[in-house]
């Protein structure tokens, strides 16, 4: 199997499951019961009117978790090449990564004290 | 096996007529996961379940899906449209492209990629920003905040998924899914990494909003979440990422600690058998997921943001010190196992007992049982 031949099967996934989702949507359409109402396109707030902004603030922690997951996910980017080939890399491959977990557990510490992971 | 010609180096038929083969496959599986779900929850609960649409309540789910389809199909007039339109989308296809690449017999997904499991955790992130395009485009506040939390979640417990099954590709020196099954002819990685695999397993419940940590789609809570506003097909969109998620990770987990389609009668067997194993090793894992679904009370959003960032993460990057350590220094890998083993065993007991643990709001009915009612 060719490199065109499998990623041309990631291209052909992604379309048969946009045309999954658009069958399904436009057969909706055409099978159900389709009535504009002024009523039927209030948002929904558990029956009652709804009040004040439909977009509401939310709150700054999600901001700093989101900060916090890029941190590691950057990590565990440089961690997949590393865990597959470490042990044929050249010597004390395996002690320089231990260094770069140990720099960022320092970061997640910092954090931690700085009571980031609290949920205030 | 392959079917058709190849045109440009390109099978172009056998790409589509495998690829049709798992459209089909899934939407059986799923319509008979409802109402799996719904009968052994159900039992667990000691009521009967569906019993009314066909033998034993068969038809029930694809009763349902009818029912979906002929029912009208609202948006609310202050959604943002286009984003409010796309998000199903944007939610079910990355999970359909994580079945791409599973291997359900030996050689047999619809294409084994080289960076099976690199490809599998990059379309699961895409999948995110499908739950957060719902949560914004809806217009409403438990859309929105049902969106934020399931977003705060699934990032979150996204890394100690990551690291717990990247010990196991350290183990097998690949990421690609086919082989790392062909390495579990005499031994599956869970005996072997058993704490990697409860990480992954409580990870798994986490990005599939499975409880106990269904907070971002909790019915009493946020009504529903993120898809609170949709409904008939548009809502079963969602419906249907979810369970294909179910069914598509319990096969990935399957495969990667359970041996997939090797363990324990090995390659020769035939094709048949192989997906036999597949099938009963991944019902196994769903089975699990609702037993827990069914045993576990729900933990608030503070507990569960802190148990991953204050436990999981931890114990996943010790882990994964202590594999490489141990691949390093060519120790032998059953005492890597006894660690391991320890180690699952330890977490998995302060789990118990914190679960067990009387809680504070115990205190407080005991408190209002003291409480006098007087006419």
Redesign the interface.
């Given at each position: 199997m060719s490199f065109y031949d499998t990623w041309s099967a990631v291209f052909i996934a992604l379309i048969a499951g946009v045309i999954l989702v658009g069958t399904a949507l436009i057969g909706a359409r055409l099978l159900g019961p389709f009535a504009r109402e002024q009523g039927k396109s209030i948002s929904y707030e558990c029956g009652m009117l709804p009040t004040g902004k439909n977009w509401t603030q939310v709150h700054v922690r999600y901001y700093l978790f989101a900060i916090m997951f890029l941190i590691f996910d950057v990590e565990t980017i440089f961690i997949f090449p590393w865990a597959v080939r470490f042990l044929d890399l050249p010597s004390h491959a395996f002690w320089y990564m231990v260094f770069f977990v140990l720099i960022l557990s320092g970061a997640l510490f910092y954090a931690w004290r700085k009571k980031v992971l609290e949920w205030r | 096996m392959s079917f058709g010609d190849?045109f440009?180096?390109?099978?172009?038929l056998d790409?589509?007529i495998r690829?049709?083969i798992v459209?089909i496959a899934m939407t059986v599986v799923v319509i008979y996961l409802t109402y799996g779900e719904r009968k052994v929850v159900a039992r667990f609960q000691m009521r009967l379940g569906p019993t009314r649409t066909g033998p034993a309540g068969l038809l029930q789910g694809v009763a349902d899906a009818l029912k979906?389809?002929?029912?009208?199909?609202?948006?609310?007039?202050?959604?943002d449209r286009w984003v409010f339109e796309f998000a199903?989308?944007a939610t079910?296809?990355p999970v359909?492209?994580v079945?791409?690449t599973l291997p359900f017999a030996e050689n047999w997904g619809?294409?084994?990629?080289?960076l099976g499991m690199?490809?599998v955790f990059a379309v699961l992130g895409l999948n995110i920003v499908g739950v957060l395009m719902a949560g914004?485009g809806?217009?409403?506040?438990?859309a929105?905040?049902g969106g934020?939390r399931a977003?705060?979640q699934m990032?979150?417990y996204?890394?100690p998924l990551?690291?717990a099954l990247?010990?196991v590709?350290?183990l097998a020196?690949?990421?690609d899914l086919n082989l790392i099954a062909s390495l579990q002819g005499d031994r599956p990685f869970i005996l072997v990494q058993p704490l990697a695999f409860v990480i992954f397993f409580i990870a798994l419940l986490s990005e599939l909003h499975r409880a106990p940590f269904d907070i971002p789609v909790a019915e009493s809570e946020i009504?529903g979440g993120y898809f609170?506003?949709y409904s008939?097909?548009?809502w079963?969109?969602f419906q249907l990422a979810e369970y294909a998620a179910l069914w598509g990770f319990s096969i990935f987990g399957s495969v990667i600690f359970l041996g997939g389609w090797n363990f324990p009668f090995g390659s020769e067997v035939g094709v048949g058998l192989q997906l036999a194993l597949t099938l009963i090793k991944s019902t196994l894992m769903i089975l699990l997921i609702f037993w827990v679904r069914a045993t576990m009370p729900r933990l608030r959003?503070?507990q569960l943001?802190?148990f991953c960032?204050?436990v999981l993460?931890?114990i996943s990057?010790v882990l994964?010190?202590i594999t490489?350590?141990f691949?390093?220094y060519n120790w032998p890998q059953e005492i890597l196992a006894l660690v391991n083993w320890g180690g699952a065993l330890l977490l998995l007991t302060v789990i118990f007992i914190r679960t067990r643990r009387k809680s504070e709001a115990e205190d407080l009915v005991g408190t209002y049982k003291n409480i006098e009612v007087t006419e």
């Amino acid at each position: 199997m060719s490199f065109y031949d499998t990623w041309s099967a990631v291209f052909i996934a992604l379309i048969a499951g946009v045309i999954l989702v658009g069958t399904a949507l436009i057969g909706a359409r055409l099978l159900g019961p389709f009535a504009r109402e002024q009523g039927k396109s209030i948002s929904y707030e558990c029956g009652m009117l709804p009040t004040g902004k439909n977009w509401t603030q939310v709150h700054v922690r999600y901001y700093l978790f989101a900060i916090m997951f890029l941190i590691f996910d950057v990590e565990t980017i440089f961690i997949f090449p590393w865990a597959v080939r470490f042990l044929d890399l050249p010597s004390h491959a395996f002690w320089y990564m231990v260094f770069f977990v140990l720099i960022l557990s320092g970061a997640l510490f910092y954090a931690w004290r700085k009571k980031v992971l609290e949920w205030r | 096996m392959s079917f058709g010609d190849a045109f440009f180096g390109i099978s172009w038929l056998d790409i589509i007529i495998r690829t049709l083969i798992v459209v089909i496959a899934m939407t059986v599986v799923v319509i008979y996961l409802t109402y799996g779900e719904r009968k052994v929850v159900a039992r667990f609960q000691m009521r009967l379940g569906p019993t009314r649409t066909g033998p034993a309540g068969l038809l029930q789910g694809v009763a349902d899906a009818l029912k979906l389809v002929v029912k009208e199909d609202l948006r609310p007039r202050n959604a943002d449209r286009w984003v409010f339109e796309f998000a199903p989308y944007a939610t079910f296809v990355p999970v359909f492209l994580v079945l791409l690449t599973l291997p359900f017999a030996e050689n047999w997904g619809v294409r084994n990629l080289a960076l099976g499991m690199f490809f599998v955790f990059a379309v699961l992130g895409l999948n995110i920003v499908g739950v957060l395009m719902a949560g914004f485009g809806s217009g409403n506040k438990y859309a929105l905040l049902g969106g934020v939390r399931a977003a705060a979640q699934m990032i979150s417990y996204e890394i100690p998924l990551v690291v717990a099954l990247l010990t196991v590709a350290m183990l097998a020196g690949t990421l690609d899914l086919n082989l790392i099954a062909s390495l579990q002819g005499d031994r599956p990685f869970i005996l072997v990494q058993p704490l990697a695999f409860v990480i992954f397993f409580i990870a798994l419940l986490s990005e599939l909003h499975r409880a106990p940590f269904d907070i971002p789609v909790a019915e009493s809570e946020i009504v529903g979440g993120y898809f609170v506003e949709y409904s008939g097909i548009r809502w079963s969109m969602f419906q249907l990422a979810e369970y294909a998620a179910l069914w598509g990770f319990s096969i990935f987990g399957s495969v990667i600690f359970l041996g997939g389609w090797n363990f324990p009668f090995g390659s020769e067997v035939g094709v048949g058998l192989q997906l036999a194993l597949t099938l009963i090793k991944s019902t196994l894992m769903i089975l699990l997921i609702f037993w827990v679904r069914a045993t576990m009370p729900r933990l608030r959003m503070d507990q569960l943001m802190s148990f991953c960032w204050k436990v999981l993460i931890e114990i996943s990057f010790v882990l994964l010190l202590i594999t490489g350590f141990f691949l390093y220094y060519n120790w032998p890998q059953e005492i890597l196992a006894l660690v391991n083993w320890g180690g699952a065993l330890l977490l998995l007991t302060v789990i118990f007992i914190r679960t067990r643990r009387k809680s504070e709001a115990e205190d407080l009915v005991g408190t209002y049982k003291n409480i006098e009612v007087t006419e």
